[in-house]
């Protein structure tokens, strides 16, 4: 496992993190908030969904000084944060079930979907935002939070 030092914590930049995690937080909040839509517009709820998982993994690899793949790939982004960190396995089953919904979802023809599909979606996304944030109270990383 190649996880981030502590030394290499107590020295970044916690900015840029605040960013990633504060952009996945908003995008979780945003499909949370289109629920009370009619109709209910999952194909946004589930791209919302998506796209906080995406922030959240890109932000690990900035936090590890890895480079950020521009990609909407989250098995490639999971695999990449993987490497550095062994416990990602345990969100891989949310990377997967969200993985499709990044750009294909927000074409016409793009296979229908339910209002259950939405709501899955946002569990997933709260099951990783809820490991990340417990990932970096384990790194000893406590300025940063979400309400």
Request: hydrophobic residues 40%.
């Amino acid at each position: 496992m190649e996880i981030a030092s502590k030394t290499y914590l107590s020295t970044i930049n916690t900015e840029d993190l605040k960013e990633w995690v504060f952009i996945a937080k908003s995008d979780l909040d945003s499909a949370g908030y289109l629920t009370h839509m009619k109709p209910f517009p999952t194909a946004i709820i589930c791209y919302h969904s998506q796209q906080c998982v995406e922030k959240l993994l890109k932000g690990f690899l900035a936090l590890n000084g890895r480079p950020v793949p521009k990609t909407h790939n989250l098995l490639m982004l999971h695999k990449l944060c993987r490497k550095l960190d062994e416990e990602f396995s345990l969100i891989l089953e949310q990377c997967v079930q969200l993985n499709g919904y990044a750009t294909d979802i927000r074409y016409p023809y793009f296979e229908a979907l339910t209002v259950q599909d939405g709501l899955i979606a946002i569990q997933h996304a709260q099951k990783v935002m809820s490991f990340y944030m417990e990932k970096l109270n384990k790194l000893n990383i406590h300025e940063i939070t979400v309400d």
